[in-house]
């Protein structure tokens, strides 16, 4: 399982978050998750520094709220559609 920190993300990352937890101005809230289970996929559209802390948007739609200190994500395989730690070796 890959780590990213929030500060080193970057545009089309792939990571993992939880459901969404709320809204702001209509916009749903989402964060990140540790583990593969319940997770969903988003991928990173942008990154912004804010007053409150750092923002990151998706291409879905989806953002977090101001994230302070060292936030780090869990970056998603590619082509697998679940992080390493999630998929079942048969």
């Known amino acids: 399982m890959t780590t ?15 459901d969404v937890i ?3 101005f209509g916009l749903p ?10 997770s969903r996929i988003r991928v990173v559209r942008a990154r912004c ?12 739609g989806t953002k977090t709220p101001p994230l302070h200190g060292r936030t780090s994500w ?3 395989e590619p082509g697998t559609g679940a992080p390493a730690a999630a998929r079942v070796v048969a």
Not at 4 to 18: D, I, K, R
Request: net charge positive; charged share 15%.
């Open 29 to 38: 809230l989402v964060r990140p998750t540790k583990t593969g289970r319940g």
């Open 4 to 18: 990213v920190s929030t500060s080193n993300l970057v545009a089309g990352e792939s990571v993992l978050t939880g």
């Open 49 to 60: 520094r804010t007053s409150g802390g750092v923002v990151v948007w998706f291409t879905d």
């Open 22 to 24: 709320g809204t702001d």
């Open 74 to 76: 869990v970056v998603a």
